[in-house]
């Protein structure tokens, strides 16, 4: 849109999101760990997201041991505020989804005091001398129930005004949301002056919920958005899972009414997840999970796999993508 402003945000069209590395799920060596961040910088990935709740420090730790090789200003790196953990021997080594963490117990801390001791924690964690993008962490209805909007007031109130000051002082260069929910950055818009976020299964083959809501509000304010979960936490990459939980049988139907679109057409489902995600103009990076460097280059190659326009055209002839939906090449 002409005139709009413009904001800083990542370069893609593919990044490295750190959850994996937290030991979601299962555990990761450290050996495998860097063998995934080294295979996506040797691939030309330069913007690495991750967070101080992906196994208690876990990731970020991982994170600065590879990342210090390389020259500061050649990417962008992203974590996230919300959350201070604290030390503590006895806590236990499961969080979640997150196992063999740290022993570190969490505390949720959306002040704009604990923003700064958030930043502060992450850079000691990440041995580096400044974070580019400091996203406002899961601050929606999925983490706090009914009352969201009341924890949400006071993030806007604490967090992104601190962020916002950090911004302006130049010890970040942008900030936003890391949620799973529309309805958070919208809000955000409407409430203060967000960079970027960070949007995980909102925008997929399986959930266009940001398509006609929060994206044409973004493009009107120049926000761009980073996808996660273009697979919906596995369901579009073979498994079972939506929403880290087992998928219900009408989300597995969608998958495979998409997936015997892909075979009718020789379009690998993985592949056109990952480009659809990035095809729309206000998405600045796709950011799936990779716990391998095996994993990260099948990514890499699967964002530059060739795609029929045949293919996206019989999407939207089959009514699994509305006739507006950005596709690649149009």
């Not at 299962?26 to 860097?34: F, G, L, Q």
Request: proline content about 7%; charged content about 20%; hydrophobic content about 40%.
């Amino acid at each position: 849109m002409a005139g709009t402003p413009q904001h800083f945000a990542p370069p893609g069209p593919l990044g490295f999101g750190g959850a994996p590395l937290g030991n979601m799920f299962n555990r990761v060596d450290e050996e495998t760990a860097e063998g995934a961040l080294v295979a996506a910088w040797e691939s030309g990935i330069r913007y690495f997201d991750t967070a101080p709740m992906y196994g208690c420090g876990l990731s970020e730790h991982r994170f600065g041991r590879v990342l210090r090789r390389y020259n500061r200003d050649e990417y962008v790196l992203s974590t996230k505020v919300g959350r201070l953990l604290i030390p503590d021997p006895k806590a236990p080594d499961t969080l979640g989804p997150f196992i063999g963490v740290l022993p570190f117990q969490v505390r949720y801390d959306y002040s704009a005091d604990g923003t700064r001791r958030s930043i502060e924690d992450s850079l000691q964690r990440l041995g580096v001398g400044r974070i580019d993008i400091a996203y406002i962490h899961d601050v929606a209805e999925d983490h706090h129930g009914a009352g969201w909007t009341e924890v949400f007031s006071t993030a806007m109130k604490g967090a992104a005004r601190e962020l916002s000051r950090l911004r302006d002082q130049g010890l970040i260069r942008a900030w936003g949301l890391g949620v799973n929910r529309v309805e958070a950055c919208q809000r955000a818009l409407e409430e203060s002056d967000p960079d970027v976020f960070l949007l995980a299964g909102r925008y997929s083959l399986l959930d266009l919920g940001a398509l006609d809501t929060l994206f044409p509000a973004c493009a009107a304010r120049g926000v761009k958005v980073v996808v996660g979960g273009p697979y919906n936490s596995g369901l579009l990459a073979g498994g079972s899972t939506f929403e880290y939980a087992e998928a219900p049988r009408e989300q597995v139907a969608a998958r495979d009414r998409i997936a015997a679109v892909c075979r009718q057409h020789g379009v690998d489902i993985k592949a056109a997840a990952l480009q659809f995600c990035a095809a729309h103009p206000v998405v600045a990076s796709v950011i799936p999970g990779a716990k391998s460097g095996q994993r990260v280059r099948q990514n890499v190659e699967l964002m530059r796999q060739p795609i029929p326009a045949s293919f996206w055209k019989a999407l939207k002839q089959e009514g699994i993508l509305p006739a507006h939906a950005p596709t690649p090449g149009n």
